[in-house]
């Protein structure tokens, strides 16, 4: 194998670690960075790799809120803690919508909105949403400031602004869920946290369905890509995970609404060239 490829993988993960967790879609800079990075490989296992390295974004989420997602604690004796499994049952009631939806129509959806004008139109509305939300809600005080206070109608509401993001690419994940659990008056870094906790499963999942649907056949420069990617992903994640909750303590999420809407016209005036 030659060390580009190796080197390409390392930028792939890079750019999955920062904005799997930023509210800017990973997708459509995803889709930027293959048109001008391209990896020596097969189109199926681009189409894997390109989700299976969030785990390596996932592994980040687990280690950092350890305490937070596992329900059972050994500390002096064994215990279950039961409002950690209450959080867990309202974060699989928040997936039931994209899952359903996903396992469904998934195909369908990826024919029919992935493409760069509707990933650059995504980008562009919800940047616009996130600078008009951000403007109503100042100085409102927020309903629900911890994870206990997200109650299963509040779960399901973000289940539904996920499932937005499941159907139209370039919608952003986190940017979806985060946008939508403020809207309900959920605190930016309780949004944030809830997000990252269902990101868990919903990768999970998303990775399993990817690698059974390609196959274990890996040829060894295959492998060793795909560990890569995902090692880099981790380690970018940690970072940019601590920035994130130590950015929105203080700040709103303006500046990401303002970049999407930025980068939705680069990629609309970038490809409009192109085509």
Known sequence: MEIIEILKAVLFGIVEGITEWLPISSTGHMILLDEF??????????????????????????IIYWSQLWPFSTREKFFIKKQTFSMWFKILAACIPAAVVGILFEETFDALFYNYWCVALALIVFGVLFLVIETQNKGMKNKVNSIADITYPIALWIGVFQLIAAVFPGTSRSGATILGAIMIG?????????????????????????????????????????????????????AVIKFLMGYIRKHDFKVFGWYRIILGIVVLAYFWGVK
């Open 37 to 62: 990075i391209k990896l020596n490989v097969s189109e199926e296992f681009l189409s894997m790799f390109l989700v299976v390295i969030q785990l390596g974004a996932i592994m980040a989420v687990v």
């Open 186 to 238: 959920v605190s930016r870094t309780v949004a944030a946290e809830f997000t990252f906790f269902l990101a868990v499963p919903v990768m999970l999942g998303a990775s399993l369905l990817k690698i059974l649907k390609f196959g274990f056949a890996f040829t060894s420069s295959e492998l060793i890509l795909l560990i890569v990617g995902m090692v880099v992903a981790f380690l970018v994640s940690v």
